[in-house]
C-alpha cells in the first residue's frame, strides 16, 4: 500500500487518526478510543490490558520487621544548627572590576 492510500483513507476517516491507550484492567471499558478525520470517536480501539500477578500478589514481612533506629535530638544540637547562620559574599557588578583601570583617580 503506498502512503497516498494511507492519507486517502485518513482522510476518508476509514483508519483512525488517533489510537487511544488500552483501559486498564479495573477499567470498566472494554476497548480504547479512537479519533478519526471527521472527528468521529468510537471504543473499538485496543483490548482491556490484563490484570497485572505482580499488582496483586504482595508479599508481607512476617513479625513485623525490625523498628528504623532512632536517636533522640538533644537541645545542644539545636544550638549549634541555630548558630549556622549563612554570611553571603557581597555581589559585586562585573563592571567594577575594571573602573580603576579605565578612569583616572587622581582626577
Not at 486498564?24 to 471499558?29: C, G, K, N, V
Not at 480504547?32 to 500477578?53: M, Q, T
Not at 533506629?69 to 555581589?91: F, Q, R, Y
Request: one cysteine or more.
Amino acid at each position: 500500500m503506498l502512503i497516498q492510500d494511507h492519507i486517502e483513507d485518513l482522510k476518508d476517516s476509514k483508519i483512525p487518526v488517533i489510537l487511544g491507550a488500552p483501559p486498564l484492567s479495573e477499567s470498566t471499558a472494554a476497548k480504547g478510543k479512537r479519533v478519526f478525520y471527521n472527528r468521529k470517536i468510537d471504543h473499538e480501539g485496543p483490548a482491556c490490558l490484563p490484570s497485572n500477578p505482580a499488582k496483586t500478589c504482595i508479599k508481607r514481612q512476617v513479625g513485623g520487621g525490625k523498628q528504623p533506629a532512632t536517636k533522640a535530638i538533644e537541645d545542644s544540637d539545636i544550638e549549634s544548627l541555630s548558630n549556622m547562620v549563612p554570611t553571603p559574599t557581597p555581589m559585586q557588578p562585573h563592571h567594577w572590576k575594571h573602573f580603576s583601570v579605565f578612569h583616572d583617580k587622581t582626577l
